[in-house]
């Protein structure tokens, strides 16, 4: 019988209307609710407290229900099991028992109905170890306890080496193909089935199924080592190799820098050098102020250096990679990784990132060349002629001393005298996604008061979305608040994907449900947490408000533009739903939303002043938006850089040189092959920590802009809140998740069937979008 978190199901009139109820009770929600959720914390901790008495919650049950105990407390995500880190170790037991369970009645059950339900069940199967290893992926990365995180790293270490095992099971293999190529049964399966059964399918063989036992042995091994290398690599991105460097007082004297900032140095023992940090204000200040370039490199280097262990971390995971490669039968890690992907081989993403590389590098030398005449002219040097020339001038240390430079001799204003952020609150921005999301998905945000241990800080906020047709569609958990020991790094997790819940299913507890009006289902809703590390502004005389800058505003939208993809993404089986398409395509709503974030249109609907409420003047956007397009063209060079360092990483030559791997040098020859920005000194490569997390496909940022580029183009950039175009993208993209092919998607999208072959012709004209 499934508990209170879970009050009614498909067959369960009570529960339905108590839905019904709270459906519309969300579609009334007060104006200013969820702006000031985010801007006012006395606001937020009133609302927590009133917002639901005890009465209304057990009536609420769905939201903030008993738990097994008749408690009205739960455990993380509303899961009882995890309100310690014990409880996560027992869940992932009980997990790990279930799919036990699971696999043991899948190989037992021979009949035709049990044929039929296989895919199903392995697809639950797949389900019950996921919502462990992504919950574990979640904790590792932001919870605040320490023993959380320890228990995470164990529980996901085991669950992982299970699923590993899983994949390199014959009998289960055996039985999927029997079910996928036995016709009198496979023509009775729908579509997601038969979808899922291949993708199921293609794991298997991509882990050595069809191979010895030896070699799945292999497999095992390299996974769960490629795994924990690839962990430890990720824990140590952000740390530089020293905190300080020291530079003698004499010559940081005379360089320009401020009088003030020096001040604010400390010196060594001998008091003959500063000690200046690596990291943060004081290092910045420098780069921007000083004029002897050998203080910017030494500067400029520490601060994008790691130490020798972590180099060593990453040659360790390209070599295993390669090795993992060589088991498979494959020429290299890229290989191997992008077979069923939309670029589907190296070839192909070479080609694209290279014909990106020659129509992009003119352009960006032509954003250089003020900064190469600067100095230039500083240096008393004549002005750089050629491409070439320009490119050999400017190094990366000299960009932010040179447009310091340029900004003064114009007497500009720095734009952060202009208080753009003081327009975009969190809060109001917030807001403005949610009207913007209902102007053309039809769904809203609506701020709900999370249980006692439903988040694992008080600065989370829970948020419902509401669809204006369907009602509860999905959980986002914001946890987007400065806070110690937090990591730096935006990001999406998914915690819990959409699936249906079918018949037989009884032990509920540990997840949250909604129904669907459209198909009469009940199904697993999508559990987001979207994480940021906003600071408070100076302004905020309770050091509580916080004020975006632009580029953040554009941060936020990224990560929504993840967050509705899952939420619209419901599809019966997990394996496709919402994020779970393929690597190369996943990228492309979220960085769709970048445009809607530097559209003039959408941020004056949105930006009010967090005081007067009056509008952001559009004079001040216009030169905003004007700023932050300075060396657009650098930096989608930079990004391409980026992208064919990951392909160099994990090519042939990595293979055929496995044990000789210098990560540095490869660095350093591709950075001076590009010419563009030249680091030649720094080992930043130590620092990329996309190199685990898209190992090969890294290439899908620029990829997925270029297909966003012209989805903007023909959908929205006549009018950015149509309801008909954001209609057409949820029906041709969204709505669909990993259950049909992207370049179908694309075509459907743009109206040019011609693009759903994915060829070489259709890789060239996504390269050719104007705008990325």
């Not at 409880?87 to 279930?98: Q, T």
């Not at 530079?247 to 003030?260: M, R, T």
């Not at 020798?308 to 490669?325: H, S, Y």
């Not at 990004?639 to 064919?644: N, P, R, T, V, Y």
């Amino acid at each position: 019988m499934l508990k209170t978190l879970v009050p009614w199901n498909k067959a369960s009139s009570r529960g339905l209307s108590t839905f019904k109820r709270f459906a519309t009770a969300a579609s009334k929600v007060r104006e200013g609710q969820l702006r000031l959720s985010f801007d006012d914390q006395e606001y937020w901790r009133k609302f927590n407290s009133e917002s639901f008495s005890l009465e209304e919650s057990k009536e609420k049950g769905i939201f903030r229900g008993q738990n097994a105990d008749g408690n009205f407390q739960t455990g993380l995500f509303q899961n009882p099991y995890l309100t310690s880190p014990v409880g996560l170790r027992k869940f992932s037991v009980k997990s790990l028992a279930l799919a036990g369970d699971l696999v043991d009645e899948m190989r037992s059950n021979k009949t035709t109905q049990g044929y039929l339900q296989y895919i199903k069940k392995l697809d639950r199967l797949s389900d019950t170890l996921c919502r462990v290893i992504d919950l574990c992926e979640f904790i590792r990365a932001s919870h605040p306890d320490s023993q959380f995180v320890k228990a995470a790293q164990q529980c996901h270490e085991e669950m992982y080496e299970f699923m590993n095992y899983l994949n390199t099971d014959k009998s289960l293999c055996e039985i999927l193909k029997h079910v996928l190529g036995t016709e009198a049964i496979r023509n009775q399966l729908p579509a997601e089935d038969i979808k899922v059964g291949h993708i199921l399918l293609e794991d298997f063989e991509k882990s050595g199924i069809d191979m010895s036992s030896e070699v799945g042995e292999q497999f095992i091994s390299l996974s769960q080592e490629i795994s924990l290398v690839g962990q430890d690599f990720i824990n140590n991105t952000e740390y530089v190799r020293s905190n300080f460097i020291k530079i003698p007082c004499q010559k940081l004297e005379q360089s320009g820098v401020s009088g003030l900032l020096l001040q604010q140095l400390s010196k060594d023992l001998k008091g003959q050098n500063y000690k200046v940090p690596t990291y943060g204000f004081a290092a910045y200040s420098i780069l921007r102020g000083c004029s002897d370039e050998s203080i910017r490199m030494k500067i400029w280097t520490a601060m994008h250096s790691c130490s020798e262990k972590q180099i060593g971390r990453l040659t360790k995971l390209v070599q295993l990679r390669a090795m993992l490669a060589k088991i498979m039968g494959k020429n290299s890690f890229a290989q191997y990784q992008l077979e069923g992907k939309m670029a589907k081989n190296p070839k192909y993403v070479l080609g694209f990132i290279q014909s990106l590389v020659a129509n992009t590098r003119p352009k960006a030398a032509e954003e250089l060349t003020t900064i190469a005449n600067l100095k230039a002219k500083h240096l008393s040097l004549p002005n750089p002629q050629t491409t070439s020339e320009i490119l050999n001038t400017v190094r990366p240390w000299d960009r932010d001393f040179y447009n310091t430079l340029n900004s003064v001799r114009q007497q500009r204003k720095p734009l952060s005298d202009e208080k753009i952020s003081s327009y975009f609150s969190l809060g109001t921005v917030m807001e403005g996604l949610s009207h913007l999301f209902h102007s053309i998905y039809g769904i809203k945000f609506v701020p709900v008061a999370a249980k006692t241990g439903e988040t694992w800080s008080s600065d989370v906020r829970r948020i419902n979305v509401v669809s204006d047709s369907e009602g509860l569609i999905g959980v986002v958990y914001c946890d987007l608040f400065e806070r110690e020991g937090k990591t730096s790094s935006p990001a999406h997790f998914t915690v819990c994907c959409s699936r249906q819940i079918y018949e037989g299913e009884t032990d509920l507890s540990n997840i949250q449900t909604g129904f669907s009006k459209e198909s009469g289902t009940v199904f697993q809703l999508p559990v987001i947490s979207l994480v940021c590390n906003f600071r408070p502004s100076t302004a905020s005389k309770d050091g509580n408000l916080y004020l975006l800058q632009l580029s953040d505003v554009e941060t936020l939208f990224h990560e929504m533009g993840h967050a509705m993809h899952s939420m619209l993404g419901r599809t019966p089986l997990q394996n496709i739903s919402g994020t779970r398409c393929a690597t190369d395509f996943v990228e492309l709503p979220s960085i769709l939303m970048e445009h809607f974030a530097r559209d003039i249109r959408v941020l004056s609907r949105i930006g009010s002043h967090y005081e007067t409420r009056d509008k952001v003047p559009e004079d001040l956007l216009t030169l905003c938006l004007s700023e932050s397009s300075y060396l657009q063209n650098t930096e989608t060079f930079s990004q391409a850089k980026m992208a064919l360092l990951d392909q160099e990483l994990h090519s042939q030559k990595i293979l055929q040189n496995v044990l000789e791997v210098d990560v540095v040098a490869l660095y350093h020859r591709l950075e001076k092959d590009l010419q563009v920005l030249v680091d030649d000194k720094s080992n930043w490569c130590g620092r990329f920590g996309h190199l685990f997390g898209y190992g090969s496909s890294y290439y899908s940022y620029l990829f997925d802009r270029a297909i966003a580029s012209k989805v903007w183009e023909h959908m929205f950039a006549a009018d950015p809140y149509s309801r008909a175009s954001g209609e057409k993208f949820k029906d041709s993209v969204l709505k669909w998740g990993g259950l049909r092919d992207p370049w179908e998607c694309i075509a459907d999208a743009l109206q040019l069937q011609e693009l759903s072959k994915g060829d070489e012709n259709a890789m060239r004209f996504i390269g050719e979008a104007k705008d990325l």
